[in-house]
């Protein structure tokens, strides 16, 4: 089944008195998987199965508009004895490949949701744009109860990579300004992300290349004030924090890190809507990568931290994405580390392999808790 997103879009009446479309001759047709369309609802929203039997059994097939999709592919059912004596969140998932006959499985044993993110930084174009969306719209990865999955287009074409994307990868803003309106030319206010036509509802922050570029040199506590403005408009946070090679060298991982992290502490109380980024800079784009055990031993500590100075509940329920040259080839070693709950993906997010990195959620699966 393939379905025309631009039909969805907002309608504006011509000069002639006809309603007409105003993105009918900008936005080309993408088709998405058939599983992910149903008719009685626009295919550029989020849409969540929802069980309505309310007698236990498996969930019919009915559409519900809902601001971050969670497919409910699992029998409704009360937590086991072991499941109750857990911390943290657990999810029921299910086979993906295909949402109809998608069949039952057990607990996975995930105590947070496992969270993809895409960085498409200062690269791409409407043609690229389009030729990406078609290749993971066709793919069988479903983000859904097991995976979070979020891509961040440049600014000026987050509109349109919403409306050719699939409804469940969400779109999110690369960056956003301190503060709300005013004069501030070139800034984008975490007001006017979460009213654009994309429906965002995350924004990346603190990356390492907006820290350290002589042209923006931001500073922590410019970052933590970004933060806190967009946590209280609602946004969702990626807060990415990271070393150097020469603070790495010198010993100092972990005072870097617990710095970026203690500037944002001071301004916020809240850390439901913060997903963690370490992303140590020395692995960025540079074809380098922490080791498992690496990544692994820093996500632990950043954990210790927040359980130490934030909260023991914070901890266990926070998400510590790992970014830094992450691609097809070394994603699923790095998912089976027991602290690493997802990915922050650049370069590789640019390529319909894309897709391989977002199914390496389901390596948690093979873990013992």
């Known amino acids: 089944m393939s379905c025309n997103l631009a039909h969805s879009a907002p309608s504006v009446a011509s000069a002639t008195g006809k ?4 993105f009918s001759l900008l936005l080309p047709s993408v088709p ?25 059994t498996a969930p019919r097939k009915t559409s519900a508009l809902a601001s971050r999709p969670s497919y409910s592919l699992q029998a409704p059912r009360q937590p086991s004895k072991l499941e109750a004596e857990k911390d943290g969140r657990w999810y029921d998932v299910a086979e ?8 039952w499985r057990p607990t996975a044993k995930m105590p947070r949701r496992f969270f993809v993110g895409g960085n498409w ?12 969306s078609e290749a993971l719209n066709k793919g ?6 097991g995976v979070e999955v979020v891509v961040a287009p440049p600014a000026a074409y987050a509109d349109y990579t919403r409306y ?3 409804p469940d990868f969400e779109v999110a803003y690369q960056n956003c300004w301190t503060g709300g309106a005013g004069a501030f030319t070139g800034e984008v206010s975490a007001d006017m992300i979460k009213d654009s036509f994309s429906e965002s509802k995350w924004v990346i922050l603190g990356h390492s290349e907006r820290r350290s570029l002589p042209e923006l040199k931001e500073s922590d506590d410019t970052v933590a004030i970004k933060t806190a403005y967009a946590l209280s408009k609602g946004l969702g946070v990626m807060l990415c924090i990271g070393e150097t090679l020469k603070e790495r060298d010198a010993g100092q991982t972990m005072a870097v890190n617990e710095r970026q992290l203690a500037a944002v502490a001071k301004r916020i109380t809240d850390w439901t809507n913060v997903v963690i980024a370490y992303e140590p800079v020395w692995a960025i784009g540079t074809g380098k990568v922490a080791t498992p055990e690496q990544a692994q031993e820093v996500h632990a500590k950043i954990r210790k931290w927040l359980a130490a100075n934030i909260g023991e509940k914070v901890a266990k329920s926070t998400r510590i994405i790992y970014g ?4 097809p080839s070394n994603c699923n070693i790095l998912a089976k580390q027991p602290d690493v709950d997802g990915f922050l993906v650049g370069g590789a997010s ?7 990195i977002v199914d390496s959620w389901r390596r948690k699966l093979d873990m013992e808790v």
Do not use: E, H, M, W
């Open 350 to 356: 640019l390529k319909p392999d894309f897709l391989k």
């Open 140 to 145: 069988n990865s479903v983000a859904g109860t």
């Open 19 to 22: 309603t007409v479309n105003p």
């Open 324 to 327: 830094g040259s992450v691609n």
């Open 121 to 132: 930084k200062c690269n791409g174009n409407r043609d690229s744009i389009q030729t990406l």
């Open 96 to 103: 993906a490949k295909d949402l109809d006959k998608a069949g």
């Open 32 to 56: 998405v998987p058939a599983s992910l369309s149903t008719s009685s609802t626009p295919c550029y929203r989020p849409s969540t199965l929802a069980d309505v039997s309310g007698n236990g």
């Open 164 to 166: 050719l994307l699939r």
